[in-house]
């Protein structure tokens, strides 16, 4: 499953998804199985939103990207994004990010990226970094790209694209490191029990996942929370012996899992017209770290780039030298995966069992 070649972004003639046939100055769509991405969520998926807003959440500086073919994007990558990767599998080219000026006409015909770094499903997630997009007001920008897309196809033909489209969400991970996990900065660990704090982010996210549903999406792909006790920063914090993850902060993530997996089957009974898509994310990571050698890793519990314990404390600085074999980390930095996780990822997303995306995985999305 894992990619060993050299990461590269093949384009040919044949993976164009969308050609433009004007005719009295409106746009037809043809497509193929996929003709859009739309993408909402997190650092995890973010290809440059943060490098517009005032915010310390950026990845534009060097050592990010230093093994993508563009350089420092605002991926939080040594090379491509989680979305990246997706969108070869799928012959979708990845989607730019929506605050970009360039972001329009014929760029947006195969979606818009609205990622915000920092960001979360609560308003409120983050905020000490600064500006970012939460996952409220991503979909407010998506409902901006839509009154573009009204001006460049008659009603029927976007609502054809926005049905065979798939809307990928990532996100929640920001909801509990950078908010329920900080007490000295969010009230949330005081005012919720972690089942309490759990159902709030699925019930929130629910409501906004039917506000883009009431506007014409129709495909879902939302990831679920990954084991964040065994990310290099929460291990920094020495709440688990050397070599463990902190078993607390994945028994928290927990709970928003299953109440997520549960609100998408009572999403696809309630909205047959739809199909929602729960990624076990947890099963995913945990897989990798408990069997690093079949995906040939070598270093589970520490960054590539970062520094402290773990290489987890501060995360990766603007020109710090990151390590050499990049392909033998499962941690780029403090909080994200290298861009060989997100291959094993992506690959089990597009590809997997039901136990990895459930009910389908997103090869099955598309033939819907």
Not at 233 to 259: H, I, K, W
Not at 269 to 286: C, E, K, M, Q, S
Not at 322 to 328: I, V
Request: contains cysteine; proline residues 5%; charged residues 15%.
């Amino acid at each position: 499953m894992r990619n060993k070649g050299v990461w590269e972004y093949v384009g040919t003639a044949t993976a164009m998804l969308v050609l433009l046939l004007c005719w009295d100055g409106i746009a037809e769509v043809k497509s193929q199985k996929v003709p859009a991405l739309f993408v909402f969520g997190d650092s995890l998926v973010e290809v440059g939103n943060n490098n517009f807003l005032r915010t310390i959440a950026r990845a534009n500086y060097f050592p990010y990207g230093i093994d993508f073919s563009r350089g420092s994007t605002g991926r939080f990558s040594n090379g491509k994004s989680l979305i990246d990767f997706i969108g070869d599998m799928l012959g979708v080219p990845s989607p730019p990010p929506f605050v970009d000026p360039s972001t329009a006409g014929a760029r947006i015909l195969y979606g818009v990226n609205y990622a915000s770094a920092a960001s979360g499903i609560l308003d409120d997630s983050g905020r000490h970094y600064g500006d970012r997009y939460s996952l409220s007001q991503q979909v407010l920008n998506f409902e901006n790209t839509l009154n573009q897309y009204r001006t460049m196809m008659n009603a029927t033909t976007l609502n054809q694209f926005l049905a065979k489209s798939i809307a990928v969400v990532v996100t929640g991970n920001n909801d509990y490191i950078n908010n329920y996990l900080l007490p000295g900065l969010y009230g949330s660990s005081y005012n919720y029990t972690v089942q309490e704090f759990g159902n709030l982010l699925v019930n929130s996210l629910g409501r906004l996942l039917l506000a883009l549903h009431s506007v014409g999406l129709r495909k879902f792909f939302l990831a679920g929370v990954g084991p964040l006790g065994c990310i290099p920063n929460v291990r920094a914090t020495g709440l688990a012996p050397q070599g463990r993850c902190v078993d607390s902060v994945n028994q928290m993530v927990g709970t928003f899992n299953e109440g997520l997996r549960s609100m998408v089957d009572q999403l696809n009974t309630d909205h047959p017209d739809a199909i929602f898509v729960y990624a076990n994310t947890y099963r995913v990571l945990g897989d990798i770290l408990n069997n690093p050698a079949a995906y040939s890793f070598n270093v589970v519990d520490r960054a590539c780039c970062g520094i402290g314990r773990n290489r987890g404390q501060i995360t990766c600085l603007p020109f710090q030298f990151p390590c050499a074999y990049r392909n033998q980390f499962v941690f780029w930095d403090a909080f994200h995966p290298t861009e060989s996780a997100m291959y094993v990822f992506a690959w089990r997303a597009v590809n997997g069992p039901p136990d990895d995306a459930y009910p389908i995985n997103m090869k099955q999305m598309a033939l819907i």
